[in-house]
Structure formats: structure tokens, C-alpha cells
């Protein structure tokens, strides 16, 4: 028996990963790795929920994500990084936690919701899409995971696990899955370049892990501050200025960044001197990671061989927790 706590978190591979993946989740992964039983599951079914008509774009995109991790700092010694679709008794679980969830409860999901609108779907919504909470649920219950690092657009997936656990467990003859809580970054909802509430792939306001030196000066030069600071010497606001956001995602010296705070509030603090300060942090973190995923992209066997050997050892942890619910549901285990 491994005595540390486990770790589910993952990604849909629908694009490479950005900087909110970074400050939301990614950067506590790399912490966490040498402390907890850590699996990171790349999520390319539910990718697929709103992809259906473009699989190739779902393929694509799975040696960025890996590159990604690896670029970042996830070791797959410590990590274990696995494949949503190599893993069935997560489809399965799916199925199985399907029939007790209603309706009404996924309609409610709020982050769903919002997705619905922002895609537009209306009466094309897939309907796995509309259930991919339900598929999250068994994800994190599959792995037995307690402890889910994720932006809080995830927090109303994390109830509905919650519930889905209580539920299931009252079911069976004695308790099967854990309940799991969410672990909030400091930044937990990175805005996009544009100002917009979230960065995120679907939105394309993103800056990638492996933006170029150029892309990151043309997107902090074009980032949103306060409106109404229109010469240096008028105070300007810190909320809603997005190169403030940033820079307490992402400066290292807090004090400076409070410091500036309280100068740009004063007045007489340009927007053009903030800008440059964030460029020069974000510059510092991103070229590194650049340079080892141009290496790790190169060989994308190598990639998917990494995530064929995490798979194996994922498909054997989740086909357990599967059986122990068939078991306990009185679905015959052949
Ligand atoms: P998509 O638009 O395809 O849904 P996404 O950019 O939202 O992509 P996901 O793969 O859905 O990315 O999210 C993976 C993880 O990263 C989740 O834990 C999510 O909460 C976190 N995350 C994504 N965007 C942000 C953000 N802007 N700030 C903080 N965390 C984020
Ligand atoms: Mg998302």
C-alpha cells in the first residue's frame, strides 16, 4: 500500500497549454509530484465532447500537451501520465455513474452552463458534452484520488464528484471512493490577454508555454490596464487592470509589485514602466520552457511511449476501483 495521497488533475487536449494552465495547476503539479501519488490524465474524450467532427484536432494535440508537461518541469518518474481513452473502466464508472445523477443536476452545473453559452450550442448541444462532469466525477473516483490542484472553473465539478461519491457509496455495502477536494492555486482564474474574466483555449486569448519572445512583448504591449489612467501623473485603479493580475501571477518579488501598487494608485507610475516589469518576469519564465519543449516536440514517439507506460500502470489502479463498485452494485465481475 502506498501511504501518500493521491493526485488526479489533467487536461483536454484541444491546444497547447498557456499560462493559465501554468498559474492555475501546472505549477503546483510540479510542487506536489515529490509529496503525493500524482497521476496526470491528458483528457482527450472529453476533448472530444465538443471536437466530435474534428478527432484529428483531439490527436493533434495530445504530443503538445505531453511536451508541455515535460517543458514545464512534470517529471514522469514522479508523475504518472496517462491517457483518458486507454483507460475504459473510466468510460465505464461513466456509465454506471450516469443513472444517478438527474438531469436537472448537470443542467445546473454552472461552468457548464457558461460553456453552453459561450459555445453557442443551443440545440446542437452534444449530449456528452452536457455529462462531461459526470465523466470527470469518474476520473478523479477512479483514481481514488483525494486531492484535485485546478483552476475554480473546476470547483462545481468537484461538488457534483462529491455528491456522486456520497451517492454511489450508500449504494454499495461498504464505502468504495473517497471524497476529493479541490487545491486552489493563488491565481486560480488566470484573465485572458484581451481582459477577458478566464484565459482560455476555446476563447483564444492565450499566451502559450511556448510563446515566442516577440508574441509575449506584442501581448503584453496590447494588454488591457485602466482606462482611465491617461497621463502617468493621474492615479490609476488596480482592479480590473489586468497587468496588475499578472503581475502578482507572476512576479517573484512581492513587495515590488506592492510597492508599484501603491505608486500607480498615487499616480505618477506609467503603464508603459508595469509593462515592462511583467514582460521582463514573463520573458524569464517562459524562454526556458520553450527551449526544453522544442527538444521534447521533436520526438513524439518518445512522448506517446511515456504515455503508453503511465497508461498501463493507470488502467491497472482504475480497473480495480471498477471492479469494486461492480462488485458492490452486484454487477457480475467475470
Ligand atoms: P478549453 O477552452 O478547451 O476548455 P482550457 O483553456 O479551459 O481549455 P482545460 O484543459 O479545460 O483548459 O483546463 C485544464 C486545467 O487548467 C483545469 O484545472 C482548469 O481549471 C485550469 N485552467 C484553465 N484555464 C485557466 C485559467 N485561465 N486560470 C487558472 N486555471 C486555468
Ligand atoms: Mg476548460
Known amino acids: ?44 474524450l472529453q476533448g472530444l465532447t465538443d471536437n466530435g467532427s474534428n478527432p484529428q484536432k483531439i490527436r493533434d494535440n495530445i504530443p503538445e500537451v505531453l511536451a508541455d508537461y515535460l517543458a514545464a518541469g512534470i517529471d514522469p518518474d514522479l508523475t504518472t501520465l496517462c491517457l483518458q481513452s486507454a483507460l475504459p473502466a473510466l468510460a465505464e464508472l461513466t456509465m454506471l455513474y450516469m443513472n444517478i445523477v438527474t438531469v436537472a443536476r448537470v443542467e445546473r452545473n454552472p461552468t457548464v452552463k457558461n460553456e453552453i453559452a459561450q459555445k453557442g450550442f443551443a440545440r446542437s448541444l452534444p449530449a456528452g458534452f452536457l455529462v462531461y462532469p459526470i465523466s470527470q466525477a469518474a476520473d478523479i473516483t477512479a483514481f481514488k484520488a483525494e486531492v484535485v490542484p485546478v483552476g ?144 521534447y516536440i521533436q520526438d513524439k514517439s518518445q512522448l506517446m511511449e511515456i504515455l503508453k507506460k503511465g497508461s498501463e500502470r493507470a488502467h491497472e489502479v482504475t480497473q480495480a476501483t471498477l471492479k469494486e463498485v461492480k462488485r458492490g452494485l452486484g454487477v457480475p465481475v467475470f
Open 152 to 295: 475554480d472553473d473546476q470547483l462545481p465539478m468537484i461538488e457534483q464528484t462529491n455528491e456522486i461519491v456520497h451517492k454511489m457509496n450508500s449504494l454499495l455495502p461498504a464505502p468504495v471512493l473517497r471524497h476529493c477536494k479541490a487545491m486552489l492555486s493563488d491565481t486560480s482564474r488566470l484573465p485572458g490577454v484581451d481582459g477577458n474574466a478566464k484565459m482560455s483555449k476555446s476563447l483564444g486569448n492565450t499566451l502559450h508555454l511556448s510563446a515566442s519572445e516577440e508574441t509575449i512583448h506584442r501581448a503584453v504591449s496590447a494588454m488591457y490596464t485602466d482606462p482611465h489612467h491617461l497621463k502617468v501623473s493621474d492615479p490609476g485603479q488596480i482592479e480590473g487592470n489586468v497587468v496588475f493580475t499578472w503581475l502578482d501571477a507572476f512576479h517573484a518579488d512581492k513587495a515590488k509589485v506592492a510597492a508599484m501598487k501603491d505608486h500607480y494608485q498615487q499616480g505618477g507610475l506609467g503603464d508603459r514602466i508595469c509593462k515592462n516589469e511583467l514582460e521582463a518576469c514573463l520573458q524569464e519564465l517562459i524562454a526556458p520552457m520553450r527551449e526544453r519543449r522544442a527538444t
Open 1 to 44: 500500500m502506498n501511504p501518500k495521497t493521491t493526485i488526479l488533475t489533467g487536461d483536454r487536449p484541444t491546444g497547447p497549454l498557456h499560462l493559465g494552465h501554468y498559474v492555475g495547476s501546472l505549477r503546483q503539479r510540479v510542487a506536489l509530484q515529490h509529496d503525493y501519488q500524482q497521476f496526470v490524465l491528458v483528457a482527450d
